[in-house]
């Protein structure tokens, strides 16, 4: 069903923040795109970036039209770029730590000393946030290990190659049963508002209002929620700066962003 098909079709380039490998991103998220894209008329064309440093730059200079990104990239890319949040899933993001079920290490406060995996540096409830609370709240001294995705920490902890990993609980649900029985949580953030679907102000405002209304309606309609489901964003509502993003400036997370230390 077309959602609005009384202005002239559009073209634009939508990224994703590299959680997993470019190959079941595209997987996930090519099969919403082409749904939005046949509900709407305008033509989304999903760009992937080969990690977070090549993601990062595209939201930094602008060059996606529409992004799915994480809450801290959403808080920066508004002063540099003007990225506007349309849409985030009504679940919260929530930070975990995570360790192998019959590990010594019980608790965060056990990993004093140790080696912990994250995504990569600038990954935020896995890794920003998480490296944030355990340095600067609760004073551990550990070593990081970037791994590039959640899916390469659940494979280094299984393998007892590192003493904890950082990343969200969306993202440990959705691994694999092999993998993830394995390991458990021995450490959970606070809530946080979760990753935004953001728009370049370039784009005209019926041109974003007619994707956001795309989303939203998937959850409408058996093989929409499937669709939903398979990216996490099974139940789209809408974002605001000033409410969900903004409020992240007060933690000062500058300290442990990868890209302000350069």
Request: proline share 6%; charged share 20%.
């Amino acid at each position: 069903m077309l959602i609005n098909c009384s202005f002239a079709a559009g073209r634009y380039t939508f990224s994703v923040v590299p959680q997993f490998g470019p190959d079941r991103l595209h997987q996930e998220w090519q099969p919403v795109l082409q749904r939005i894209s046949h509900d709407t008329g305008i033509v989304l064309e999903l760009k992937l970036a080969a990690g977070y440093t090549q993601f990062d730059a595209a939201i930094n200079n602008g060059s996606a039209d529409f992004a799915y990104v994480n809450p801290y990239q959403a808080l920066r890319a508004r002063p540099r770029q003007g990225y506007i949040p349309l849409l985030k899933d009504s679940k919260p993001l929530v930070g975990i730590l995570l360790a192998r079920k019959d590990s010594r290490f019980k608790s965060a406060k056990d990993l004093n000393g140790q080696t912990i995996a994250f995504p990569a540096p600038n990954a935020f409830g896995a890794s920003i946030l998480l490296r944030a609370h355990l340095s600067g709240r609760m004073g551990l001294q550990f070593t990081p290990r970037y791994l590039g995705t959640h899916s390469n920490v659940f494979l280094h902890l299984a393998r007892n190659e590192v003493a904890a990993g950082g990343s969200v609980l969306a993202a440990f649900d959705d691994e694999r049963p092999e993998i993830r029985g394995q390991l458990h949580i021995i450490y959970q953030m606070p809530e946080v508002a979760s990753h935004p679907i953001v728009a370049h102000p370039r784009v005209p405002l019926k041109d974003r209002n007619a994707i956001a209304q795309a989303f939203m309606a998937l959850a409408q309609d058996e093989a929409g929620r499937a669709l939903l489901k398979e990216i996490r964003f099974s139940n789209p509502v809408q974002a605001l700066y000033e409410k969900d993003y903004l409020p992240l400036d007060a933690l000062k997370l500058q300290k442990y962003d990868a890209e302000e230390k350069n």
